[in-house]
């Protein structure tokens, strides 16, 4: 009886415990299913020439507005299209909009695109690609660091009669016409070209498409079918087929603007723009350290129905819609701060939604629901629009301020009647201290009555942005690098002008802070180069010479030839030359790094134990210039760097053996001593069969080990001599050899800058010891101009440097458009002019290093 009890108290516990476990596994699935969602970056074009979330906030703030007259490179007949009646057939009596005015410019290049099949692609597809780059390393992430990744794609966009009247194609480029035309190909184009294997879907829901992407894309990341998902829409008007239609129905606005719940409403005015914004589940944000730009609480999406007519808007369902998404958000009306209303400038349009918008916040309010709408300064781009609104309410919402919204003064008759309960936004205002987080809504109403709304919150609070110092007064007690690349030689140039642009937008940030973000936010490309210094004004210095393509002291320029096997070179001891050389260099590198200190102890306490009672000077000397090389090149494997061959000769056989772990290091330094008191290494070597040395190898340590004069049977050996180290280096074509011996010595002559010719060897000193710098900088700096990829974290150690907001990539964009004749004629205004000759070669790069179009090279 008594086991039948013990057997029933054991099986109610696990039972139990099975119970709790379930019930905790039940919380957190239903803890996964609410977790908000977080914008961590952003990257847009949008009319008025902007081209950065900066951009569009000073637009929003500033007294322009984005709108211009019809573009002229898009082989529109400008003129012709024009008839100042409204209804007259063929013809608008509207010739203004909020245009892109370089939506024919790509940089085909960077995304690995023929120019033919660039010619064919959609303009919409070509700068969701641009933007997409943007918007990830907006989140200071690079993006080639997702390729592989679960990351999503969701965009919103209608399909563009691009090139559809059009009969002569490029060489090449008839076979592009499907992929570069239908909207299904826009993500997936996404998807590809950045490496990700996440959901990916394009959708067209009219003017409500980005924010329904948005809103599948939240369920997306909810639902752990993506980590995190890029989320964008685009317009760019093909034709002029919008102004036609809407001219016949007399319903745009003459001088073009959407005069968004103003009296002055007179119709809509047309818009492209392209807007892409990076999301992550708040909680890995937040894990993950992301600067967090604003969290999307709720989003509801719904259909008129059967409702008064197919394009007309139902108020009815614009409330339920609300309604709705306040629910999903876990808010309630009152909690909502800000409203961006999907205002097309249409008089019925605008009058339904605004009683939509009392309606479901309340007239009752015990203080006024703010309105605007970013069409009254862009006009309406379309698919585009909800997140032309979405991106507006992010930047209000981190800036705490209500940016107005044009020709607010004289609200329309819907908005004025209400009793406080709806306001427009007619200037620039502090965001209205409540209590609680700022919170905003979006809007966003499709042509086909599809309906979305999205409840937006102020990000949490999180640590400030460094303040850093005032311009050169930063403490110069270490050199940093700051490290830039481009696909091309003038990308480059242009990388270090934007630099050099946001530094005296910027004066106050932290050169390390920068120095971290580019070299570890950023992706690297083929043409490269590394600035050196230890204050603000020696590192612009040699920012400006980058930009002008100039020597200065201080930069390190590599080619242009992609990436070059690693060669780690140790030589024979020079004797009485190396001594003291090698004291100097192990002083700086002890004070400097503990990794090296730890491993250089432990080879001279080895070396001292095993040979206590016939230690002499020579001996010392030996071990000393084995322990330091070995403990070097472990340094230099510990930043990231790792040879594809090592060779030696002397007493560098042994430290290069040590390196490719064929010797422990504690064994390497017994066998320095046994070589310096005249006795043989080869009896302090454990023997290792050459099966054993393969083995390590296909590990991925290194593919190869030559070495000089070697105890017979322990390593295949090279022809004897100082010799050995020059017929090895013939082996490879054009290593980037890192030399491990030092000034002075027996191999003085190496070159820390090696020419740049296809097959020749650059060499670089392992360390330099010079007025106290850094030791390993110098040489970290060069490795990476020649196509190295240190681990940067290493050089920042100890530094508090943090990830700031860098400027994107600088695309050489050039013009593209079919159908039109002198689209080989246009170039990005930003490419500098002209070329320099000296750097011809270095326009012939490689092509993408890793797979897919947009690796390192």
């Known amino acids: 009886m008594h086991s039948n009890e013990e057997r029933l108290r054991d099986y109610l516990k696990r039972v139990t415990g099975d119970l709790q476990a379930a019930r905790a596994r039940v919380r957190e699935l239903e803890e996964d299913t609410r977790d908000a969602v977080a914008v961590i970056g952003m990257g847009c074009r949008w009319p008025g020439g902007v081209s950065s979330p900066d951009d569009l906030w000073r637009l929003l703030t500033g007294d322009a507005d984005g709108i211009s007259a019809f573009p002229d490179n898009r082989g529109w007949d400008v003129a012709g299209l024009y008839d100042p009646t409204p209804g007259t057939p063929g013809r608008t009596h509207v010739r203004t909009g909020g245009f892109l005015h370089d939506a024919d410019l790509f940089d085909a290049e960077f995304f690995g695109i023929d120019d033919a099949e660039a010619t064919m692609m959609d303009p919409q597809q070509r700068l969701l690609l641009e933007t997409g780059w943007e918007a990830v390393e907006d989140a200071r ?44 190909v826009a993500a997936g184009r996404l998807s590809y070209t950045f490496g990700f294997e996440g959901p990916s879907t394009t959708l067209d829901a009219a003017c409500a498409s980005g924010l329904v992407a948005l809103h599948l894309a939240r369920q997306s990341l909810r639902n752990r079918d993506c980590s995190l998902a890029l989320v964008g829409a685009a317009t760019v008007m093909a034709d002029a087929e919008i102004f036609l239609e809407y001219s016949r129905q007399d319903a745009m606005a003459p001088d073009g603007r959407c005069k968004s719940f103003s009296a002055a409403a007179d119709g809509a005015g047309w818009a492209d723009g392209v807007g892409v914004v990076l999301l992550e589940r708040l909680s890995d944000a937040v894990r993950n350290g992301r600067r967090i730009l604003a969290v999307v609480r709720g989003s509801a999406v719904n259909h008129d129905g059967a409702s008064n007519g197919l394009t007309a808007p139902n108020g009815p369902s614009q409330q339920r819609m609300i309604r709705k998404a306040l629910a999903d958000a876990r808010l309630s009306p009152g909690q909502i701060d800000l409203v961006e209303g999907h205002g097309t400038g249409t008089p019925l349009g605008d009058a339904i939604e605004a009683d939509a918008l009392l309606a479901a916040y309340g007239a009752e309010r015990d203080r006024p629901l703010w309105l605007g709408s970013v069409k009254s300064h862009l006009g309406h781009p379309q698919a585009a629009a909800g997140m032309a609104g979405l991106m507006k309410v992010v930047l209000a919402l981190r800036h705490g301020t209500l940016p ?84 091309t030689l003038d990308a480059l140039r242009d990388q270090a002008r934007r630099l050099l642009a946001d530094l005296a937008a910027r004066p106050g940030r932290s050169v390390r802070d920068i120095g971290w973000s580019l070299a570890l936010t950023r992706a690297s ?181 030559v070495l000089g004069t070697v105890p017979t049977g322990h390593w295949r050996s090279a022809p004897a001599g100082s010799e050995a180290l020059g017929k090895a280096f013939a082996q490879w074509d054009g290593p980037l050899v890192i030399w491990f011996g030092v000034a002075g010595g027996t191999e003085a002559d190496a070159s820390a800058e090696g020419p740049d010719r296809p097959g020749a060897a650059v060499v670089i000193p392992g360390a330099h010891c010079r007025d106290g710098a850094d030791p390993l900088l110098p040489g970290l700096a060069t490795a990476f101009a020649y196509g190295t990829s240190p681990d940067w974290r290493v050089a920042y150690d100890g530094t508090g440097g943090r990830a700031v907001s860098l400027p994107t990539y600088a695309f050489q964009r050039r013009s593209y458009w079919l159908g039109r004749d002198d689209r080989d004629d246009r170039e990005d205004p930003a490419t500098p002019e002209g070329h320099d000759d000296r750097h011809h070669h270095d326009n012939q790069h490689a092509a993408a290093a890793a797979p897919g179009p947009v690796s390192a090279s």
């Not at 390729?147 to 090139?163: C, E, H, I, K, N």
């Not at 050196?532 to 393509?549: E, F, K, S, Y």
């Open 141 to 184: 992430i690079d993006p080639r660091t997702l390729r592989g990744s679960d990351t999503g794609v969701f965009l919103g966009m209608a399909r563009q009669p691009y090139g559809d009247t059009v009969d002569a194609f490029p060489d090449g480029g008839i076979g592009h016409r499907m992929t570069g035309s239908i909207t299904s």
């Open 404 to 487: 107005p919204s044009r020709y607010a003064d004289r609200p329309a008759e819907t908005v004025e009647r209400s009793p406080g309960a709806l306001r427009l936004v007619a200037r620039a205002a502090p965001w209205p201290e409540t209590g609680q987080p700022r919170r905003a809504a979006v809007s966003a109403f499709g042509v086909s009555g599809t309906n979305v709304h999205t409840v937006l919150e102020q990000a949490p609070e999180q640590a400030p942005e460094p303040a850093g110092t005032a311009p050169g007064a930063e403490p110069g007690d270490r050199a940093v690098p700051w490290v830039l690349s481009g696909r």
């Open 525 to 705: 490309f083929a043409h490269r180069a590394a600035v050196l210094g230890d204050d603000r004004d020696a590192l612009t210095a040699g920012l400006r010479a980058v930009a002008d393509g100039r020597a200065e002291a201080g930069v390190v320029r590599g080619g242009s030839g992609g990436r070059r096997q690693i060669v780690f070179a140790f030589p024979e001891y020079g004797g009485a030359a190396d001594r003291d050389a090698w004291a100097e260099l192990v002083a700086a590198l002890r004070d400097r790094s503990p990794g090296f200190s730890a491993l250089y102890e432990r080879c001279c306490t080895a070396a001292k134990a095993s040979l206590a009672d016939a230690a002499d000077a020579q001996v010392d000397e030996q071990v000393t210039a084995y322990a330091a090389m070995a403990a070097l090149a472990n340094l230099w494997r510990s930043c990231g760097v790792r040879p594809a061959a090592v060779v030696g000769d002397g007493l560098g056989e042994i430290a290069a053996a040590c390196a490719v772990g064929a010797v422990r290091p504690e064994d390497g330094a017994r066998m320095a001593a046994l070589r310096g008191s005249g006795g043989d290494p080869g009896a302090a070597a454990p023997a290792v069969a050459e099966t054993d040395a393969a083995s390590w190898y296909s590990a991925g340590q290194a593919t190869e080990l």
